[in-house]
């Protein structure tokens, strides 16, 4: 299919008709089937889906780690690795280390990152621990403070946010919405509240297909309702 | 071409992002870190160069034993780490792939470099201690020798970015990876000169890049002694080839890669 001229002229991340099974032995599982929706500048999308209806997969085709086996998605704004409970670092480095890698491969210089990550994170002299170690909400601090410290357009967030104590929650408000507001957010969760509380825009995954509700109480009795 | 060349510039950050990070995961700061690259096939092979030299006397058809041993030790324990490591490359690294400028060609470009390095490393450094005890010839042709390791190395390359992919596709290809390395011995020239062998042998052992390789490598240091052997036409030929094959691979097996 051609790319259209207006796709490639305006800051968005577009998902064009995704299609994303998988295969274990013989069984082919179909979990995304035509999922089509934007991402816009300033947008905070919620991404509501049982367990099992494809939100991970969604949000790691959208950042690039796993490929469609269907359809494009078509990234024109920078956008961040899916921070979650996994991925996107070496256990066996430290945090220095991994903070230290991250800053070579996006090209940042590491001095002003290393500031910001210990500031942000409040680890301490953890950071020389290797990252295996951490908790869950250690892990989520590093990860969000690197990505934060890189500036991407577009962060994609896989539940995580809500392993943080009061003190990480605090300070993600600070950054995503007084800081950032300019930013777009792809926040998946299972707890509403907080899709209440940070997002202006949701999308309900179901069957394989994404609806997305410009307003989030419909999108939430909706997904209430599945 | 200035997104090419961008392209270019972010992969040779990236290569030397993960060059660093390979040396740190796997040689650790408290280790004598990198030095052990070195220190191990050199101790691999001078165990194995004292032995021969026992069971068959300190000369073999007029160059040192232990030279030779050496000269041919070091770049097989280079193709055993390589193969070895290329089995399941791209699912231990898995968590890097999150970040979208790593590919996994980066990872067993990053390997087979490190392994190159090291085996390279060791070579001289044996070298030096060895031609202070006058076991060991000074490289009568240095040219030859650096294009010897080049063909072999190349050749190696290849082959890793065949077989990365492909025990990921299939468990039996990676149980096969150690054994794939006990058949590349007799192909690859370490325990012979082509010259020692009958002229149909010879001839055969014209299709293994390797053999070409390791001959232009023991023609490099040991000068007129041996008679070389070697097909570059045939070397290339095959080594561009697999690498084809292996990018046609790599891309395939990345596109239904699932990570946890």
Known sequence: MPTRAADIDVDMIYCRNIYKNYRTGKIDKAVLRGVEFTINPRDRIGLLGRNGAGKSTLIRLIGGVEM???GRVVRKMSCSWPLGFTGGFQGSLTGYDNARFIARIYDKPYSEMRAFVEDFTELGSQLHMPV????SGMRARLAFALSLAIEFECYLIDEVIMVGDQNFQQKCREQFFEKREDRALLLASHSL???QKYCN??????DGIAT???DVGEAISIYEAL | MKRFSEGLRIQLKVIQALLIRELVTRF???NIGFLWVMAEPLLFAGLVGLVWTFVRGPENNGFSVIAFVVSGYIPLTFLRHSFGRSAKIFQTNGPLLYHRQVKVLDFIFVRVTIEAIGAMMAYTFAAIVLVFFDVFPVPSNVGALVAGWAVYVAFVLSVCVVLAPLSEMSEVVEKL????VYISIPLSGVFNLAAWLPPNAREALMWSPLVSGMELMRYGLFGDLVTPYYDLTK????????MLIGLILCRRVRRTLTLT
Do not use: M, Q, W
């Open chain 1, 132 to 135: 295996k170690l951490y908790s």
């Open chain 1, 201 to 206: 825009k949701a999308v309900v995954l179901n």
């Open chain 1, 212 to 214: 997305l509700y410009e």
């Open chain 2, 235 to 242: 070397a290339f030929g095959l080594t561009i080839v697999l």
């Open chain 2, 177 to 180: 990876v150690p054994i794939s």
């Open chain 2, 28 to 30: 650790g700061r408290e």
């Open chain 1, 193 to 195: 509240s907080t899709v």
């Open chain 1, 68 to 70: 469609p086996t269907a």
